[in-house]
């Protein structure tokens, strides 16, 4: 192994660590003491992004100076005066009636109900309020403000206000008891997988949606050109959006398992990767969001980032059929802020579609293409494929993947 690719000395100025500490039973008995907050389901997410480490710097939920600093800049400066690419709000919100009655308290309570009862998950200190500016927040993360925006609709229901801390205490270790937390791992823990797999590289993949034998080409693909490059044994993150996203979306356990069936059946080649759930929420903010993409990941080992088309985009909210971002505009900004990305590479990838002739996926575009071949199969398709029972063309996806998406589709 060259020692200027061993993990953990590429990467070593920033492993994001949790902020996960045990609470004594005294403690546990002045939180339980303590006026609280119930955080819904979203919002959990966003709590455990920032107590397992992916929102490095953040220890707690932005502060005022925060959100201006990365609504404007897409930075965060952490304690020392060094600026880290933040791009996304990451908030909490109350309401009129609960600023009221928190406001002067010297701590508040951090719950969950809807997965953990009334356990105390985190404990704010000296919780100050400043305005929610929905309006602000939405038109610089976004691009608009329109309600139809799946991920500002939810910005529009928050309360008026937004909570910080001076300090956050994090008591647990947030789990969900839905059959994914066996993939849900801290950023430390996929540094050790990786130190104990020996990989020499590891290239981290973002994706929402199932995987195709157009996506198993490009990761087979990148393998191979990182081994050209003088790479031994490079190991793939595999990294599904595991948070909060819109209704018709394939949700988490559906996209986990359809993951898997490719690793069972070697599709995906089970040595040369780590199958794990990033907790972020989606926010669909184009190149804004491609930006978290990245940054949150750069502390878990990562030597190199594959993006692509599209990642984060959404249709227009107020014109039909009309794309809100520049599908490329996403990549095109990554590369150009790699530098902020502690020595990470990122790596851009072409396309790939169905080639009707060869019946397999392959890379579009390139010397002797003929678009005629080649057939792009969106999700509806599959879905009215599903329902009808019709099979995928051959060597469009591999069968086990096809027989857990296909289920999910047909029960909708």
């Keep these: 192994m060259e020692e200027n690719h061993v993990i953990g000395k590429i990467n070593a100025p920033i492993v994001f660590e949790h902020l996960i500490q045990a609470a004594t039973e005294a403690e546990r008995e002045a939180a339980n003491a303590l006026p609280s907050i119930d955080l819904d ?29 990365s609504m404007n800049m897409k930075t965060v400066t952490d304690a020392h005066g060094k600026r880290h690419l933040l791009s996304v709000p990451i908030t909490q919100y109350v309401s009129d009636d609960e600023k009221k009655a928190l406001e002067g308290k010297p701590a ?8 953990a009862g009334d356990k105390v998950l985190a ?22 403000f329109s309600a139809k925006h799946p991920k500002a609709e939810t910005i529009m229901a ?63 693909d990148t393998r191979e050109q990182l081994i050209k490059q003088g790479y031994k044994n490079p190991i793939l993150l595999l990294h599904p959006l595991g948070g909060w996203c819109k209704d018709d979306d394939v949700p988490l356990d559906t996209r986990m398992y359809q993951h898997q069936a490719l690793i069972d059946d070697g599709t995906l080649p089970a040595e040369h990767i780590i199958l794990a759930v990033w907790p ?27 993006t692509g088309r599209d990642p984060a985009g959404v249709k227009h909210p107020e014109i039909a059929d009309r794309d809100l971002y520049d599908p490329w505009h996403g990549q095109k900004l990554l590369v150009h802020q790699k530098s902020m990305l ?70 909708l």
């Excluded at 404990?123 to 608009?144: A, D, L, S």
């Excluded at 989606?282 to 949150?296: D, F, I, N, R």
């Design 123 to 144: 404990v704010m200190h000296k919780p100050t309020f400043y305005e929610n500016r929905k309006e602000e927040i939405c038109t610089r993360t976004f691009g608009t």
């Design 280 to 306: 972020s929420p989606m926010y669909y903010g184009g190149p804004t969001e491609v930006l978290w993409h990245a940054s949150s990941r750069v502390g878990c080992g990562l030597t190199h980032f594959i």
């Design 41 to 69: 389901l979203h919002q959990v997410q966003y709590l455990q992004t920032i107590s397992e480490g992916w929102a490095y710097p953040l220890t707690g939920f932005m502060n005022e100076m925060q959100l201006l600093e």
């Design 108 to 115: 508040v309570a951090l719950k969950c109900s809807a997965i």
């Design 158 to 220: 928050q309360g008026n206000w937004l909570i910080s801390s001076e300090s956050t205490r994090f008591f647990e270790r947030i789990t969900y008891n839905d059959g994914m937390d066996k993939y849900r791992f801290t950023p430390r823990e996929i540094v050790e997988q990786i130190a104990a797999r020996g990989a020499d590289a590891v290239y981290g993949f973002q994706v929402r949606n199932p995987l195709h034998n157009g996506h198993v080409l490009l990761l087979k």
């Design 342 to 411: 502690n020595g990470v590479e990122v790596l851009p990838f072409k396309v790939a579609a169905y080639n009707k002739v060869n019946q397999r996926m392959e890379f579009f575009g390139g010397p002797g293409c003929n678009k005629d071949d080649f057939d792009f199969i969106s999700g509806s398709r599959m879905r009215a494929m599903a329902k009808n029972n019709e099979p995928l063309p051959p060597g469009f996806m591999s069968q086990g993947g096809w027989e857990v998406l296909g289920n999910y589709y047909r029960n």
